[in-house]
């Protein structure tokens, strides 16, 4: 179990993430929010990567992830928001190295980089290098790679970006199939990215949690015909929503 | 001209271009600012000699020197001033200027009649007319000398060279390879005005660069030397510096001053757009900076080796060494063999730098434009080494990969060994004859000087005095005419054996130091050893720790600043083992990649040395050997090698764990090489330039001549910063975090 107490981050006077508490157990939980909300800034605290401002922490089961140290990196399968990749590195090359950063033994390796490499459809191109590959492709090698080691928290930054619809069904299969004992934090701000597959949607807005709850917990107090996540997401950001019906009526 | 403004503004806008500026700017002004031209003579003294030649007569001014200098200097003022006569051979040759000019047109006019060995219309016949009407129209100068301190601070800048040659490299990767890097080439090129239109606009900001360099760099060091020195009369002939003498343009002092800088902006101004040609061609950086290193050193090799008078001379002049160097064009007149015809080498060279940089800015833009400047490195020139085995997770196996095959390590290591080998294939022992005299005394009396070996030298001492009684009686004496055969022959042979007199004295006198040391030292064979331990000169030593510091920074700098630049980095620290394992596995890495540059380096010389020369009395205190009689301790010469050999290896250690701190503490790849080229390349080069260098920070240390070159403060400095260096990479992570 993942708790964030407290949480707070400042860039100079801009805060980024204000007050944030939350319990993250096993299942596929959604942070929706547009850009800017903090969802990466979240992620990279979680995942160690940042540090944040003090009074804050963050616990796996009980104890510090930054006293756990390489314990709790250990437990963390992370995909970063942007493509970094070896250009020219194979595609099961790459999965043999971030496996041998994982401490992976080279033979449960070689069957995990297989079966995940299966599983996001890149078996076929395994052995091509990734500078050859499409945006698409990258992003798939980046999920498969986030699954290396069986993590028990697995952190998923904008996994869908630049897939097309097929794609994207794939990666919202594995992702629901991988979640029976991991906890999974997808980031996007695709709201049908994680509709389906959720069991709780965090909806950020500047830093703070504007709403949280199941699908349903957030949609019910909307009107029947207009009962879907998207709107309940666009209730918090009115604005927005205003400016998108102007365009529309402008182009119009 | 908007899109030459927007280049301009990124390029202004660079941090790593301004910071770079400003500290080379800082470290040429330090230089210019602590130039000694007569060690223990203040700058006052040396402005008031040559404010007093301006009024006096030719006949006093070498007293007015003398009286002013004795003003500040109390004693030795003369010797310190004019050390080995050479301020009056300078000023006699200014005196003597006409008759030079007569007898240099007079010879050469001589040497241009036809003979059977020289045809007439053939290059030597040529060369020698236009020579003779060459100096024609300055025979008539009055060359004016008085010291020139001033103006050659500002013409002999070799270590300016190497700075500006330092900030063009780093310009030509920041205006060329940036926009790769960050993935904008691709967004930029498919634009309307994205190809040949910003290939202008890179090509403008890349010369504008070199030009404001140019003049900051070269403008400074003028100022610094008219404000230390004073310039003198800039209305004098040019023929009035003394390396201007046998200049064959009629021109002023002030004329030659504005000319030299820009001859010198234009020539880098080529260069400039030469190195963006091929940061342009080439995908990766380590690539561009190896192909820029190996174009460097052959340009440089072929400058040294090649004769001024050769038949190959053109490869000497039309050379971008030579390009950068206008003063060597102007210092005497020259034709270059081109197709057999002369032409002047100062006609050829402006035409040259002309042609480089319009050919250079042509092919540039034409790569540019072409499909293969967008993308992110995908086709590389050097076709990637598929190892055939099964893949591991081993980390450190895989970290190996990523080093020598993904960083480009083991190109440059091959590019390394093939440089090292040619100049391995092509060393020669330079044994003189007096060398080999020499050696032949060693045979009979190396070793322990004791009475046995004065009884043999006093026995040889007798012999040449008997030779000499010989030939003074052969040479008082007229041979009838059919003794000319026996009398030549036997001239012959005393002149043989007195050939070896210069040999013998110097192991006589050796000999006789040894026997009034107390040091028991040896007679030894020298030429090896003064060779291996640069007992005749340091240069050797500091190229080869130049070459070893610029090989394991293209190998090192990528490690972790190439990681930081693709923005990997987040995911590698997220893992078990990207931290504290990753940085060890690297640690090891970059051991193992200091001691393969170490034996490249170092070896062959070693090799060849014990292959080709004697190296016998190794048990003999390192004070035996003429040169090192001052080193202090008591070492034997093999433990003196050992321990120069060991300075070696560690100081390349250090120096490669220090480099990759620099690398994990830098946000990119530029930044990571520039910082490693200044820390470490640039002290090694700048000892080149200017032997004073030698002494500083790591120079000494990575030579392996700390004994003769260093100081403890030095050492200190050295390691506090190494230290510091160090620390601040360990601490890397810390920052990468916050």
Redesign the interface.
Known sequence: MLTVTDLNKHYGKKQALADLNMTFDVGIYGLLGPNGAGKSTLM?II?????PDSGSKILWDGEDITKLG?QF??K?G?M?Q?Q??????TA??FM???????????R???EQTESLLKSVELDDVADK?I??FSGGMKQRVLVA?ALLGDPKLVLLDEPTAGLDPKQRVIIRNLIHSIAKDKTVLVSTHIVSDVESIADKIIIMKQGRIAASGSVEELCAALPEECRDLENAYMKYFPDESTEALADEDNRV | MKIIGYELYKLVKSKLTVILFAVLFTLNLASALSYDPVEGVPDECIRRIQREYLIADSQSKLEIARNTANEYIKNNAAELIFPDKTFEAELEKTKNYQDTMTRLRETAMQNAKPTVFMKAGSFEQQSNLNLAAAYENVSDNVPSYYPTYGTQLYINSEFTDILMLLLILTGAVVICGRDKMNGMAIVIRQTPKGRIYTAVGKLFSMLTLTVISGAALYGSQLLVGAVRFGLGDLSRCIQSIPQFILCNIDMTVGQYLIIHFLIKVAAFCAVAALLMMICTYFKSIILFFTSAAIIGGVSVALYLTIEDISAYNSFKYLNLVCLTQPQHLFSRYLDLNIFSKPINTQTACLAAIGVILAAAAVFYCMIFCTRRAAGKGQNNLIPKLQIKRKLTADLFINECYKVFISNKALAVFAALAVIQLYGFFNMTAEYDSDQKRYDSYVEQIGGEVTDETFTFLENEQLIFEQVNRERDELLSREPSDNEWGSYAEQLRQTENKLKYKDAFDKIYNHAEYIANSDKNLQIVFEEGLSRLLGVNGTDHDILMALIAMLALALCISPIYAADRQKGISKLLQTTVKGRGSLFADDSVIGVILSLLVYFAVWLPELIFVINNYRIEYLDAPVQSINGLENISGDTTILGYIILVYLLRLISAVVCGFAMLCVSRLSANLIAALSANMLLFVLPPSSSLAASGAAKVWISPYIAGTPARDADLANLAFTVAVILLICAGGMLGRKLLRS
């Open positions: 990279n995942s160690d990567n940042l540090a390489s990196r250990a963390v992370y970063p942007q970094s990749l070896y250009d020219n590195f099961r090359r043999m190295y971030i496996a041998a950063l994982k401490g992976i033994p080279t449960s390796a070689r290098h500078g050859s790679q």
